[in-house]
């Protein structure tokens, strides 16, 4: 018998019943017993009313034995400020948990690992974002490795970590003046490219962006990510009426899952694995380096 899954968990929706349905299911099968539910709010037009509305009534089928909290919002928010207040909030309730998005689909494995994992470096500074999602698999002796890019496709964290976050990033103009990225993107080519996105955030652009933000924010405090050695999260939300993710033939689109098995495998060293990284840049961030980068939001 299933008697829930512990781990605090927030679920982030906004206006696509259908996916709802789909993930929600999966919470289904986990019973997760602490539930936090945040949804956007609609934006001014009847269609987006209807649909915000249906995605609620959903949510008002959780079945199973647990502590539900919501926060639904009243206007839209926005894919920045709706994420990242909703985080801020979860982070009032609780010093570690999952975070997952209405489109994002994990395996079922995925939950012990980052329930294993929040435990295990719960007071290790320097790990400061766990990763579900890995598109390069790869064969390794560790269950994960470590990373400068922390891919938020379902993922987890603490308190301790996200209370830096500042999607305004208003320190970036004295770090890139210090050239303090620069030791993080010994390419040049990628180091313009992360220095264009955030010189932009800063300026007021790409508002509705708040991950590259927050990948700054755990380059400052010294921060690495833990990303698995398979892919633990299918992103289902590829389509004509996402917000960032609307090529339908992304190589990323729905990629498929493979069990992790337990019990976890740790790593001898707690190192960026550079190899990893860099064949991470050269498929995601560079490809064929002719096509400006900038325009990809990941």
Request: hydrophobic share 35%; charged share 20%.
């Amino acid at each position: 018998m299933n008697n829930g899954f512990s781990t605090p968990i927030l679920y982030l929706a906004y206006n696509r019943p259908d996916l709802t349905a789909v993930t929600l299911q999966r919470l289904r099968e986990l019973r997760p017993t602490r539930l936090f539910l945040a949804a956007d709010g609609p934006r001014p037009t009847p269609q987006d009313t209807a649909r915000t509305t249906a995605v609620r009534t959903l949510l008002d089928t959780i079945d199973w034995p647990c502590t539900i909290t919501r926060r639904y919002a009243a206007h839209n928010q926005g894919c920045r400020d709706g994420v990242v207040s909703a985080v801020t909030w979860f982070f009032t309730h609780t010093a570690a948990g999952i975070i997952l998005e209405d489109d994002c689909l994990p395996h079922p494995s995925f939950f012990p690992y980052a329930d294993e994992l929040l435990t295990r470096y719960a007071d290790d500074p320097s790990v400061m974002h766990i990763s579900a999602t890995n598109p390069l698999p790869y064969a390794n002796s560790s269950s994960y490795h470590f990373s400068r890019y922390n891919r938020i496709w379902g993922w987890a964290t603490w308190a301790r970590a996200w209370q830096h976050h500042d999607p305004a990033i208003r320190s970036w103009p004295e770090w890139k003046a210090q050239r303090a990225h620069h030791p993080h993107f010994p390419d040049p080519a990628e180091r313009r490219l992360w220095e264009d996105r955030w010189d932009a955030i800063h300026g007021g652009e790409h508002r509705e962006n708040w991950n590259h933000q927050w990948l700054l924010t755990c380059l400052m405090h010294g921060g690495k990510a833990i990303v698995p050695a398979v892919n633990l999260v299918s992103n289902l939300g590829f389509r004509p009426d996402a917000t960032h993710t609307t090529n339908t033939g992304d190589s990323e689109a729905e990629l498929p899952c493979t069990t992790l098995p337990t019990p976890l495998t740790h790593p001898a060293a707690h190192d960026i694995d550079d190899v990893q990284d860099r064949l991470y840049r050269e498929r995601f961030l560079l490809p064929q380096r002719t096509t400006p980068p900038a325009h990809r939001v990941r």
